[in-house]
């Protein structure tokens, strides 16, 4: 069993930044990948980025060049900067850990004022 806790959301201006962070317990050795998702009001889950054990990332196009993750070595923690922030980037922000299953945090808010 995985459990995750995010941190870091919050309310900051278009054009500001945000890191979030993920920690994770349990079975960590038990990860594939990490990964941050988001939801937006009225609409579907969506992949924002993910980080594989071994380094390996991937974004969704709407954020390439204004989202970065990374991790620590042991994969305790994963993080998400946030730079360049727009309206549209306001969601609810969930971290994933990817074992034999998915295991997802609560989430944390992101609000983007303009």
């Known amino acids: 069993q995985v459990q995750l806790v995010e941190s870091g959301g919050g309310l900051v201006q278009a054009g500001g930044s945000l890191r979030l962070s993920c920690a994770a317990s349990?079975?960590?050795?038990?990860?594939?990948?990490m990964g941050w998702y988001r939801q937006a009001p009225g609409k579907q889950r969506e992949l924002v980025a993910r980080?594989?054990?071994?380094?390996?990332?991937d974004y969704a196009d709407s954020v390439k060049g204004q989202f970065t993750i990374s991790r620590d070595n042991a994969m305790n923690t994963v993080y998400l900067q946030m730079n360049s922030l727009k309206p549209e980037d306001t969601a609810v922000y969930y971290c994933?850990?990817?074992?034999?299953?998915?295991?997802w945090g609560k989430g944390t808010l992101v609000t983007v004022s303009s």
């Open positions: 349990g079975s960590i050795s038990s990860i594939w990948s």
């Open positions: 994933n850990a990817l074992t034999w299953r998915d295991h």
């Open positions: 980080i594989t054990k071994g380094g390996s990332t």
